[in-house]
T-cell receptor
């Protein structure tokens, strides 16, 4: 398995533009996490899906952020409109949830977003 | 709520020195504990884990023991290498939760 695949690896966009980040889960995993990493705040959980259903989106900073899982193996995180303070590295991670517990999470290589 | 506290870095060591990175946690029940490592420009990789008290996780010369009495999961390595330079994250996954709670990370720099 190729692991969790994120695209793009780097994104530079102008303030106000829409940004879409993509993530392909490891085959067979049913839990999906989006994290944001910044120097100031470290790793923050944005949203968690289980079996394609959003379970906890309390970490999504504002209505400008939205995430979807159109199928069991793919997710998108959209920011519209983007702002300079959204600049960060965004990680997607997947795991299996079995008998009420999650196995360890496997991370993608991240998307480094810069909003100018 | 559940939380993880790890020592702040950066930690700078000479090659072959002994490494300890402290991690303590607060959680209800019996969480699973993890150490992840992030090399420059990459995502986080699982380094080792322990799922119950007194378990020792080990990998690539790194070890950590789940100490329930002191709520700790300190990372150790007897002889670090330059290639160990990275950021190390302690994390927990409580029985009642679903997502990893990460510490803020500790940057390690090993010099020749």
């Amino acid at each position: 398995d190729a692991g969790v695949i994120q695209s793009p690896r780097h994104e530079v966009t102008e303030m106000g533009q829409e940004v879409t980040l993509r993530c392909k889960l490891i085959s067979g995993h049913n839990s999906l996490f989006w994290y944001r990493q910044t120097m100031m705040r470290g790793l923050e959980l944005l949203i968690y899906f289980n079996n394609n259903v959003p379970i906890d989106d309390s970490g999504m900073p504002e209505d400008r952020f939205s995430a979807k899982m159109p199928n069991a193996s793919f997710s998108t995180l959209k920011i519209q409109p983007s702002e300079p303070r959204d600049s960060a590295v965004y990680f997607c991670a997947s795991s299996s949830r079995l008998m009420g517990e999650n196995t360890e999470a496997f991370f993608g290589q991240g998307t480094r977003l810069t909003v100018v | 709520g559940d939380s993880v506290t790890q020592m702040e870095g950066p930690v700078t060591l000479s090659e072959e020195a002994f490494l300890t990175i402290n991690c303590t946690y607060t959680a209800t029940g019996y969480p699973s504990l993890f150490w992840y490592v992030q090399y420059p420009g990459e995502g986080l990789q699982l380094l080792l884990k322990a799922t119950k008290a007194d378990d020792k996780g080990s990998n690539k010369g790194f070890e950590a023991t789940y100490r329930k009495e002191t709520t700790s999961f300190h990372l150790e390595k007897g002889s670090v290498q330059v290639s160990d330079s990275a950021v190390y994250f302690c994390a927990l996954n409580s029985n009642s939760g679903y997502a990893l709670n990460f510490g803020k990370g500790t940057s390690l720099l090993v010099t020749p």
